[in-house]
Each structure stands twice: as structure tokens, then as C-alpha cells.
T-cell receptor, first 114, second 114 residues
Framework: DAGVTQSPTHLIKTRGQQVTLRCSPK?????VSWYQQALGQGPQFIFQ???????QRGNFPDRFSGHQFPNYSSELNVNALLLGDSALYLC?????????????FGQGTRLTVV | AQSVTQLGSHVSVSEGALVLLRCNYS??????LFWYVQYPNQGLQLLLK??????LVKGINGFEAEFKKSETSFHLTKPSAHMSDAAEYFC????????????FGKGNQVVVIP
């Protein structure tokens, strides 16, 4: 059973560019959440997708947007990249109807903005 | 918004000694509580979780945690540290009632001294 997979694993972008990160959830999961983990910090919630709609959003600007596809996979898009966007971006999948269930995390995408 | 406090960013422990990582949450209603471990250049792996059953929760790799409502705590312990326990550990909370986002503490970097 494949767990949560993310691509690419590493990415280097220039300030002002746009980036798209991809995530495939664990088999059987229907909900995808994205987190940003800056160096030396805990992950911060960006947003969550369920039934192809953004259901919850953390304190991130509109430059951060996402999408969920019918097969439950998801994309995170960041526009007008800033140096401060450099971080590990983690995707997590879960089953939303079951309260209290844990989220399963992918390996993450390491984004470096130069 | 619920929050989690983890004190002491770096924790050094001798091999074979007790591992104790502290986690306190701020919430009037006990949330769901989780401990995750992150090895270098990897995503997050669930160690254990508290939903509402037993207050002493056993997890993987010999770790356990005890939920204490009176102290709003969920401290993580392991009786005997192993070199392979060197990693970063995050406590996280998720409120009851449908909000499916995780709020993480800042993490504890555990160093095991031979």
C-alpha cells in the first residue's frame, strides 16, 4: 500500500517565480492538507481540500492556492515567490468523516527560493 | 485557537536513560492529541495518539504518553533511549467537533549520547 507521495522532493526557484507542488494521498483517503515547515519550526497549516473544495485555511496569503482532483490528489501553487517561502512543504492525507483519525504525511518537498 | 507548548528545543539524553518530552495544550475542552517523529530529511511519522479512551497511550518504538486533564499535558516518555531515537519530535493537537487541522508545537530535537 503506497503511502502519501509528494513530488518533486527538492526544488529551487527564483524570487518572483511560481511553483506547483503535487501530492497523492494514501489509498482510501479523501482529504488532503498542506503544511509549511520552516527550518527549526513545527509545521504550519496552510489549507485543506475535501471533495475538490478548499474547506479550511490557515493564516497564509492568497499567493498560496491549491486544487484537488477527482482522484483525490492535490496541488499546492505558490505565486510571486518570496525568500521567506523557502521551507519544507508537507502533504497529509486523512479520512475526514472519522473524527480523531490521524493524518499520514508524505516525505515533503524542500523548496528553496533564491 | 488551540495551541501546543513544547519546552526545550534541544534535549540530550544518554543511551539507556529515560526520554521525557513535555507537551502542554491550551484548550478548555480536551482535544485530540498526537506525537509525531521526524527523522532527518523525512516527513512526519505518527508515534501515538490520544482520542478519548485510556489516558495512558502506548505507541511505536517503545514510546508512551499519558494524558492528564488536570495539568493539560500529554508528555511523551520512553524508559530507555536508543541511538535510533535521535530525531525531532512534535506534539500536535486537533480540536473536537469537525475542525480537522493540526496545530503543532515547535518540536524537540533529541540527541542521544552514547
Amino acid at each position: 500500500d503506497a503511502g502519501v507521495t509528494q513530488s518533486p522532493t527538492h526544488l529551487i526557484k527564483t524570487r518572483g517565480q511560481q511553483v506547483t507542488l503535487r501530492c497523492s494521498p494514501k489509498s482510501g483517503h479523501d482529504t488532503v492538507s498542506w503544511y509549511q515547515q520552516a527550518l527549526g519550526q513545527g509545521p504550519q497549516f496552510i489549507f485543506q481540500y475535501y471533495e475538490e473544495e478548499e474547506r479550511q485555511r490557515g493564516n497564509f496569503p492568497d499567493r498560496f492556492s491549491g486544487h484537488q482532483f477527482p482522484n483525490y490528489s492535490s496541488e499546492l501553487n505558490v505565486n510571486a515567490l518570496l525568500l521567506g517561502d523557502s521551507a519544507l512543504y508537507l502533504c497529509a492525507s486523512s479520512l475526514i468523516p472519522r473524527e480523531g483519525t490521524e493524518a499520514f504525511f508524505g516525505q515533503g518537498t524542500r523548496l528553496t527560493v533564491v | 485557537a488551540q495551541s501546543v507548548t513544547q519546552l526545550g528545543s534541544h534535549v540530550s539524553v544518554s543511551e539507556g536513560a529515560l526520554v521525557l518530552l513535555r507537551c502542554n495544550y491550551s484548550s478548555s475542552v480536551p482535544p485530540y492529541l498526537f506525537w509525531y517523529v521526524q527523522y532527518p530529511n523525512q516527513g512526519l511519522q505518527l508515534l501515538l495518539k490520544y482520542t478519548s479512551a485510556a489516558t495512558l497511550v502506548k505507541g511505536i518504538n517503545g514510546f508512551e504518553a499519558e494524558f492528564k486533564k488536570s495539568e493539560t499535558s500529554f508528555h511523551l516518555t520512553k524508559p530507555s533511549a536508543h541511538m535510533s531515537d535521535a530525531a525531532e519530535y512534535f506534539c500536535a493537537v486537533k480540536p473536537r467537533g469537525g475542525n480537522n487541522r493540526l496545530a503543532f508545537g515547535k518540536g524537540n530535537q533529541v540527541v542521544v549520547i552514547p
